[in-house]
């Protein structure tokens, strides 16, 4: 399992609604969870497979140094990690992109995200 070995831990494509996203905090009681939904919830019926959703799960012993930061899009997620050694403190800022495939279909929307992305930085 994931959660024995690791820390912190990025899913994607987990094809949740914005409801079911608060299970992903009861998977293992050692861990908090954040996830983003990309499904379209005001249509009353689901039908077939959604695409997408992200989720950070980190370990509850790292909690006070941890943040999401979310931006506010389905397609990106990201957690701060404040790292504090004596007088000093490094922030890591960890980003989960659900990026499209960089194709002819695509080139817009990927240009998009990778400009998105680069501000971010």
Do not use: P
Request: proline share 0%.
């Amino acid at each position: 399992m994931l959660c024995v070995s690791n820390d912190i831990i990025f899913l994607q494509e987990t094809w949740l609604t914005d409801f079911d996203t608060q299970f992903l905090t009861i998977t293992n009681d050692e861990f908090y969870a954040k996830g983003v939904s990309s499904v379209d919830s005001s249509i009353h019926l689901l039908a077939g497979r959604s695409d997408g959703g992200l989720d950070i799960s980190w370990r509850k012993s790292l909690g006070e140094n941890c943040n999401i930061v979310d931006f506010d899009d389905v397609r990106l997620l990201g957690i701060e990690i404040v790292i504090k050694n004596n007088d000093d403190e490094i922030k890591l800022l960890l980003v989960s992109i659900y990026m499209l495939f960089n194709c002819a279909d695509n080139t817009d929307d990927f240009m998009q995200y990778s400009s998105r992305v680069n501000d971010i930085f």
